[in-house]
């Protein structure tokens, strides 16, 4: 069963990043953000081992080697948190935008929006 949950990590990973692209940034954006999620992959990959190396070379152990990569990860993780508060407080605006822009376009939208919220009868 471990053997067969590590084998399977990097394939969940590689499978929810297009779901998790599309989540914060939109199914129109989802080229140049998977794009971008590759190209950082891409450099950390070149810049990781070297860094290693280096650490390994300054301290002859690898513990902080793999101290800072995991210190990286949990830092990218954290910066996820931000990042839904801010994605949910720019979709709050732009609904109530469109809001605005509706109820100014059809006289007495905002009693149909009232009667919706509280379940009224109010026939308009």
């Known amino acids: 069963p471990t053997i067969v949950s590590i084998l399977s990590s990097p394939g969940v990973y590689v499978s929810i990043t297009s779901v998790v692209l599309v989540d914060l940034m939109?199914?129109?954006?989802?080229?140049?953000?998977?794009?971008?999620?590759?190209?950082?992959?891409?450099?950390?990959?070149?810049?990781?081992?070297?860094?290693?190396?280096?650490?390994?070379?300054?301290?002859?152990?690898?513990?902080?080697?793999?101290?800072?990569?995991?210190?990286?990860?949990?830092?990218?993780?954290?910066?996820?948190?931000?990042?839904?508060?801010?994605?949910?407080?720019?979709?709050?605006?732009?609904?109530?935008?469109k809001d605005d822009v509706e109820t100014k376009k059809q006289p007495g939208a905002h009693l149909k929006v009232a009667k919706v919220i509280l379940n009224d009868d109010i026939s308009l």
Do not use: H
């Open 26 to 97: 939109g199914l129109d954006k989802l080229t140049s953000s998977f794009g971008l999620t590759l190209l950082f992959q891409g450099i950390a990959a070149v810049l990781g081992p070297p860094i290693a190396g280096w650490v390994f070379d300054a301290t002859q152990n690898y513990d902080l080697s793999f101290y800072l990569t995991g210190a990286m990860i949990a830092a990218s993780g954290l910066m996820l948190y931000p990042v839904e508060c801010i994605m949910k407080r720019t979709r709050r605006s732009d609904d109530k935008s």
